[in-house]
């Protein structure tokens, strides 16, 4: 979790410059304490008033500076980081810090962190294929540090090749793999469902829903923040597997519920926040069905209750959570879900409601205690709203 962490960024000169802001910015919103350091020639691509209006921390830029907020900004702004990232990392810096030089505020703090350091270079194609280069970073990766690769594509010298820097998404997962050691379920396996199953009509055609699959994402992601070993079993979806994660991809009900039994035994916390279709065809064409006739009649029959079964299996000291998308009588169908299957928690939201539909990037949600309790959450982003959920797992952990 960022909520709280102090995170020192630094920025040196590249075109990529522009790029930290965004990362600041991301960073600041998810509840981190950023501070920045910039190189003299990273302010000739970007203005220190840009990260001090993003971050609402002074930017640091001169090793002899004086700051009313630390004695020794060199010192203080390694020392207390919990994490220290550079980003971009351009290739002069790669080579002072290789050879433990020390010449101004950014390389001087870097030497001095304890904690860990991220790089993330960015450069020419030609410069990052340099042998001086490559060798630079492997002496670095030698002694500790780590890095986050630069991707291929066009750069702003018309080239195309290996040297962007890396998407902020990307930076920020590693960030939090970083940080997941030090959080407050690194002692549980959490087993995660998502996305939507699909049940198969012919070789073509299949039954599916509308589950984009980005709030078991989150979960996942969250969990893995927060030191868990995460098992993500997902039916198919267009998100990028998580950073860190063990993910076993499926497509079906049947596939999924074999997934999430093969793993159950590991599990100290199951949520079942994937979409499983409820029913399946009794038989399934083997060539593609031609178009003869006004109708197609489909027979269905029921899958198997994954969550259910789960629920009335639960081992001892296992936290079950489920999820309840409705369009209607949201608590009342929520509480007959939570009392049927067993759980500990239930997380309900109504699909109809703006910001908390399909594919949407925000969600609101009720949350209902298998003792009663309700807590309604506000529309949030759904990474958020996956840390309130973790937070209810832990509460009821601890208060069992």
Known sequence: MLEGRFITLGVTGGIAAYKAAELASRLNGRGAAVHVIMTRSAGEFIRPLTFEALTGNPVYTDLFSASHLFRMPHIDLAGR????????????????????MADDLLSTAVLAATCPVLICPAMNMNMYANQVVKDNIARLAQYGYHFVEPEVGRMACGHFGQGRLAETETIMGAITTLLAGQGDMKDLTVLVTAGGTREPIDPVRFVTNRSSGKM?????????????????????????????VETVLVESAGEMREAVMRFYPEADVVIKAAAVADYRCARVA??????????????????????????????????????AAETRDLEENARQKLDKKNLDLLVANDVTEPGAGFGTDTNIVKLIYSGGRAEDLPLMEKSLVAHRILDAVLEIRQNR
Not at 81 to 100: Q, R
């Open 81 to 100: 980081a919990d994490v220290m990232v550079v980003a971009p990392a351009t290739a002069n810096l790669l080579g002072k810090l290789a050879h433990g």
């Open 216 to 244: 078991g994402y989150a979960l996942a992601e969250a969990a893995f923040s927060r030191g868990a070993r995460v098992i993500l079993v997902s039916a198919p979806t267009c998100l990028p597997g998580p950073a860190g």
């Open 286 to 323: 083997e060539q593609k069905i031609k178009k003869d006739g006004e109708t197609l009649i489909l027979e269905l029959v029921k899958n198997p209750d994954i969550l259910a079964e789960l629920g009335r299996n639960k081992r001892e000291g296992v936290t079950l959570v489920g999820f």
